[in-house]
């Protein structure tokens, strides 16, 4: 119910012996604005350390005006060793991409960003559940234009094959873009995900402890490695061994 207004209640007392007596109360209620609904931030989280990106794509969860049903807009706050250094508004979508070398106070240094994200219903802010920090790893060899790129996508060579603790999944990639590389059983469920959002071309690896996305260790047997981007798909088998 989101009701406002005036309205009147009849309050009617009976004492049971024929005295009955009444009376109006007028009651009014005001109009207060509703909050959008809460949200979350999705990546990059504390679990990551960038590298070797063109620029890091922030995403979060949606957050909607339920009940005055007004445009919900965004914005997107990233800090730098405690110093805001990055206050983008009215953003539209859930997602927002900020060039890397606007996120590097020095090339040479490892940089901890820290983010969140506000909503907007056009009268009250809501901030999201979670600020996440992320390490955006310095400029090195990876980032050097002249590096060996690959002419198509590829995925391997993985190694150890068969593996018992943890296996590396090598990958190229042609051209700028957003990749995600997927683990999954012999029936073809999704085990484990790894986004790499904004990647430069170029060689790169991500590193499988066995685990799903809940953290725990999942059983021997046949899996695939999946690797998507805009527009080509590849998979290799790997073979874990407890």
Do not use: C
Not at 124 to 132: C, E
Not at 165 to 177: C, E, F, I, K, N
Not at 181 to 198: A, C, N, S
Request: no cysteine.
């Amino acid at each position: 119910l989101n009701w406002f207004g005036e309205t009147e209640i009849i309050l009617t007392a009976d004492d049971q012996q024929g005295g009955v007596t009444t009376d109006t109360l007028q009651i009014l209620v005001n109009s207060v604005n509703d909050l959008p609904t809460a949200f979350t931030l999705l990546r990059p989280s504390g679990i990551d350390t960038l590298a070797s990106l063109i620029a890091v794509k922030f995403v979060w969860e949606e957050s909607i005006d339920i009940v005055e049903e007004s445009p919900v807009t965004y914005e997107l706050l990233v800090s730098i060793d405690g110093e805001l250094v990055h206050h983008i508004v009215d953003i539209a979508d859930t997602t927002r991409r900020i060039a890397r070398e606007d996120l590097s106070i020095n090339g040479d240094e490892g940089t901890l960003i820290e983010w969140y994200v506000l909503a907007n219903d056009g009268t009250d802010n809501l901030r999201s559940t979670d600020t996440f920090e992320f390490w955006l790893r310095p400029m090195d060899i990876e980032d050097d234009p002249n590096r060996l790129v690959p002419t198509e996508l590829t995925l391997g060579p993985i190694y150890p094959n068969p593996f018992n603790d943890q296996v590396t999944v090598q990958y190229g990639l042609p051209v700028v873009g957003d990749a995600v590389i997927t683990i999954h059983d012999h029936l073809g469920r999704e085990v484990k995900r790894f986004y790499r959002d904004g990647m430069a071309p170029g060689y790169f690896s991500i590193v499988w402890d066995g685990r799903n996305s809940r953290g725990m260790k999942v059983a021997s047997g046949m899996y695939i490695a999946r690797i998507a981007t805009a527009d080509k798909v590849r998979m290799q088998r790997l073979v874990l061994m407890r």
